[in-house]
C-alpha cells in the first residue's frame, strides 16, 4: 500500500454526447490511473483515458445492479489508498439523481481526499436540445425538480421544500410539502 493517499474525482459525464463532456472532465480521464464508469456513461468518452488506465464497469440499471453501491465504495477506497488518481464516472451530473453525494460523503468518512465535477445534466440538456427553455421570465420563473425514486433505507426522506410567492402584495410565503412516497416497486 502507498503511504500517500490517492485521490477520487466523482466527475459527471454530461448526458451522453462527448461534446457536453466538461473540460475538466476531459482533463482527469487523460490522468486517471483508475476509472470506475456507470453505464449511462457514452463508451465513446473513454477514448480519452490514458492507454494503461483501469476501466471498471460498474453498471447499475433501475432494479438490475451488476454491482452493488457498497463494492463500487469498496474500490473507490481502495485504489485511493494504494494511492492512485481515481475517476468516478457517472452520466450527467454526479449530484442531480447520481448518487455523488452518497459517494462523496462515503469517501469524507474514510478520510480520502475527493473533488466533485459537475457534469451537465440530461435535465437541462434534453429540453435545450428540443428549443425548450426550462424557465422564461413570460412564462416560468420557477424550476422543481422531483425525483420518482427514494432510500428504501430511509422511506418517507423525499421532502419538497419550496418558497411559493403568491402575489406582490403578499410577499413570499414558505411552504412545506411532503411527498407521499408508498415505496412500491414500479408496474
Known amino acids: 500500500m502507498s503511504e500517500k493517499k490517492g485521490k477520487v474525482y466523482i466527475v459527471g459525464a454530461g448526458p451522453g454526447d462527448p461534446g457536453l463532456l466538461t473540460l475538466r472532465a476531459a482533463e482527469l480521464l487523460k490522468k486517471a490511473d483508475v476509472i ?5 456513461v457514452n463508451p465513446a468518452i473513454l477514448r480519452l483515458s490514458k492507454q494503461d488506465a483501469t476501466i471498471i464497469h460498474a453498471e447499475k440499471r433501475c432494479g438490475e445492479h451488476k454491482m452493488p453501491q457498497e463494492e463500487i465504495n469498496q474500490l473507490m477506497l481502495k485504489y485511493a489508498l494504494e494511492g492512485k ?5 457517472k452520466g450527467g451530473d454526479p449530484c442531480t439523481f447520481g448518487r455523488g453525494g452518497e459517494e462523496a460523503y462515503f469517501l469524507a468518512e474514510n478520510n480520502i481526499p ?15 436540445y428540443a ?5 422564461h421570465r413570460s412564462a416560468g ?6 425525483s420518482g425514486y427514494e432510500s428504501k433505507d430511509n422511506p418517507g426522506a423525499n421532502r ?3 418558497s411559493c410567492r403568491h402575489s ?20
Do not use: C, W
Not at 85 to 89: D, K
Not at 114 to 122: A, H
Not at 131 to 135: A, Q, S, W
Open 36 to 40: 470506475i464508469r456507470d453505464a449511462l
Open 85 to 89: 488518481m481515481v475517476v468516478r464516472l
Open 114 to 128: 475527493f473533488e466533485i465535477v459537475p457534469g451537465v445534466s440530461s435535465l437541462q440538456a434534453v429540453p435545450a
Open 131 to 135: 428549443g425548450i427553455p426550462l424557465t
Open 141 to 146: 420563473s420557477v424550476l422543481t425538480v422531483v
Open 160 to 162: 419538497l421544500f419550496s
Open 168 to 187: 406582490r402584495d403578499k410577499g413570499i410565503h414558505d411552504g412545506y410539502i411532503e411527498i407521499a412516497a408508498d415505496n412500491r416497486e414500479p408496474d
